[in-house]
């Protein structure tokens, strides 16, 4: 399993194995396959005896995505203000405890932040904002925004605004649905969600780039193309299925740069090379039930990257279903099920401090079938 490094800017997974039979990201290039370069990278933010929260940077733009509002305190000012969407699993407090935190940070900001949960959320959302008094934020020059929404297990839900110059009160309430599990999507990413039983309602996540687009930087130079701030345009026109006569403003190479125009599909077929994308699941709090198995099974399938809460060592199964979260043992099967190339184990009881690598053992031989 994976070695860790604990730091201020949270719990970085170290050269992680990948489980054999199970291959990366490739793309194809001139008959032979390359690793492409992740654009997720994610790490969970505190060690995995403390609050859950897991944090995916983005490469090449600052932003970032959070799963669960644990204790933010390792999280830098300048990582957490790149957060763009936060996906809440449920409200028990060390799954939730940092939102006052990150609220106190984007207060005074304008920031348009937006939070998914389980049901009753937005209602919750709202009343720890009524907690404080906001009578000075009229005078504020910027209108920090949340904008709310809270998922059902049948696939319908509703959203909502709290604008920080209207004293967070909850405006713009509608209704909304979302078919396939798919609570967020833009033209290059998706988040699904899958509700588990926790004795209440828990939400599991997955994030998934919809296709990677690799540009190969020596077959821009054959074509007498340079690097610069035209390639996003071209990716996203390729994620956006445009077809090959769509004009692309490219910058030459050379001493002279200038301008030209070149057909979308010329550029495609020389330079780029398109893969699968990545996909990150993230499975906390909930009971080891034939229902909770199947659900986490079918939205971690084939992920590159499974985040599961190990909470207790399997010889504690009787526990761990009263508690009704999974052990080692378990999330390592459904882990093998889903045919993951990775998992990173967390929230362990604190009833194992010490034992840490039995927590990982267990899950590692169950996820390998040892």
Not at 73 to 99: C, N, Q
Not at 308 to 322: K, N, S, Y
């Amino acid at each position: 399993m994976a070695n860790y490094r604990y730091s201020t800017i949270g719990v970085q997974p170290l050269p992680v194995q990948r489980r054999r039979g199970v291959p990366a990201r490739f793309a194809v290039y001139e008959g032979r396959e390359v690793p492409v370069t992740p654009i997720f990278h994610p790490f969970l933010i505190n060690p995995p005896f403390e609050d859950p929260g897991l944090f995916v940077d983005f490469l090449f733009s600052r932003r970032a995505i959070l799963f669960d509002l644990g204790r933010l305190e390792r999280l830098p000012a300048r990582k957490l203000l790149r957060i763009s969407h936060v996906f809440v699993s449920h409200t028990h407090i060390d799954h939730f405890i940092g939102f006052d935190h990150l609220v106190r940070l984007c207060l005074g900001r304008d920031i348009r932040l937006h939070l998914y949960g389980p049901p009753g959320f937005a209602s919750q959302v709202g009343h720890r904002l009524a907690a404080y008094t906001w009578n000075l934020v009229s005078s504020y020059g910027t209108d920090f925004t949340l904008v709310v929404t809270e998922i059902a297990s049948d696939g319908s839900g509703c959203t909502c605004e709290y604008h920080c110059l209207r004293r967070f009160q909850p405006e713009g309430i509608e209704d909304c649905r979302f078919d396939d599990g798919v609570v967020h999507s833009e033209e290059n990413l998706l988040v699904r969600a899958a509700p588990l039983d926790h004795q209440i309602t828990s939400l599991a996540y997955c994030l998934e780039e919809k296709r990677h687009v690799n540009i190969m930087k020596n077959r821009l130079e054959a074509l007498g193309l340079a690097v610069g701030p035209w390639l996003k345009e071209l990716k996203s026109a390729i994620q956006r299925g445009e077809p090959d006569e769509t004009p692309i403003a490219a910058l030459t190479a050379g001493g002279q740069e200038r301008v030209t125009v070149i057909p979308l599909g010329e550029v495609r077929e020389q330079a780029v090379r398109v893969a699968a994308g990545q996909k990150i699941c993230y499975v906390t709090d909930a009971g080891f039930t034939p229902d909770n198995a199947a659900r986490i099974v079918a939205l971690a399938r084939g992920a590159d990257y499974l985040f599961i809460e190990t909470p207790f060592l399997h010889r504690d199964v009787v526990r761990a279903a009263e508690r009704h979260h999974l052990t080692a043992r378990q999330a390592g099967e459904l882990g093998r099920a889903a045919g993951v190339a990775r998992m990173i184990p967390f929230h362990f009881s604190p009833r194992y401090m010490g034992q840490e690598h039995e927590l990982r053992q267990e899950l590692e031989q169950a996820w390998l079938g040892r």
